[in-house]
């Protein structure tokens, strides 16, 4: 089963895409954050103490051995810009606002740099192609599946000989069919750039339920990806507000959940060792400081 749940400390999903390559998805839990934001909101633009969102971080890029310098992010605009991404972006958007990929929803690289985005209905996409060796991570909400991010993404890939039919691709959880209805304004959108819409059912005049799940799989494999290379976690976060967060379901304001995926190496397997042994010293420690401000502990 390629994806799984893991339950150590803070409960994720793990995709299980072998030894060349890490990817996730957290949830929720297992974090510093309170009210609309408990507990491991990852998001420093939704209105929690940033403090609080920093250790929240810390906490989840410590799951794979990561410090905040190992991973970047893109702003996330609802486009469909996507870009390659070196060692010299690191650390770009992983502590601050400010710093992040102005402009970009979807990241690709060929180091070992961790690629990080953010989520609470939007869908992600990971990315894996084995023959050039690169991963990617695109934020698909529904402008970004209706604007076809996911093949932006196929065809950045191509520019360095990357083939759709070498690619693995996995969809994470975001909100399903069942709970996702948009208006007629967001279905024109679909019917203009797809010839067909199965993912789209009609409940009552002028509304439908549209299933992001569907309409990024009949991108893909229209593409040329291999519906057997697609791995689609089936999880709706509207449904399961004790794992994740939820927009539609929570409105304004409520948190984040990040997906996660870097290209492994000797070299961040040796960092991420030596980051773990430091984060258990840290904990050994582990103190409190009460005082004027509210202190976090990683």
């Not at 060692?87 to 102005?102: C, F, I, K, N, Q």
């Not at 934020?139 to 693995?168: C, F, M, P, Q, S």
């Not at 060792?273 to 202190?295: D, M, T």
Request: charged share 25%; with cysteine.
């Amino acid at each position: 089963m390629e994806w799984e749940w893991v339950k150590e400390g803070q409960a994720y999903l793990r995709l299980n895409w072998g030894e060349q390559v890490e990817a996730g998805f957290s949830s929720r839990e297992g974090g510093v954050s309170t009210g609309a934001f408990a507990s491991l909101n990852l998001g420093l633009h939704v209105g929690d103490e940033a403090a609080a969102v920093l250790v929240n971080r810390e906490r989840w890029l410590g799951v794979w051995g990561a410090g905040r310098r190992d991973a970047v992010v893109g702003e996330q605009v609802h486009g469909t810009e996507v870009v390659w991404v070196t060692d010299a972006e690191a650390g770009r958007g992983s502590g601050e606002l400010g710093s992040a990929l102005p402009g970009v929803d979807g990241l690709l690289t060929q180091s070992s740099l961790g690629l990080m985005a953010f989520f609470a209905d939007c869908t992600p996409l990971y990315f894996y192609d084995p023959t050039i060796r690169a991963v990617a991570l695109a934020h698909a909400g529904w402008r970004g599946t209706a604007g076809k991010i996911a093949l932006r993404v196929l065809a950045a890939l191509a520019e360095r000989g990357g083939k759709a039919g070498d690619v693995r691709v996995a969809v994470g959880p975001s909100i399903g069919p069942c709970c996702y209805e948009v208006d007629e304004r967001v279905a024109a959108h679909f019917r203009r750039e797809f010839s067909e819409t199965p993912f789209l059912q009609a409940t009552r005049p002028g509304h439908y339920r549209l299933d992001l799940w569907r309409a990024n799989l009949e991108t893909l494999v229209g593409a040329g990806v291999w519906r057997s290379r697609i791995a689609t976690a089936g999880l709706c976060t509207s449904c399961q507000p004790e794992h994740f967060y939820s927009h539609r379901r929570d409105g304004v304001p409520t948190g984040r959940m990040a997906a996660w995926i870097r290209l492994k190496t000797r070299e961040s397997e040796d960092r991420g060792q030596i980051r773990g042994r430091r984060q258990e010293v840290r904990g050994q420690k582990g103190r409190n400081r009460a005082g004027g401000s509210r202190q976090y502990e990683p």
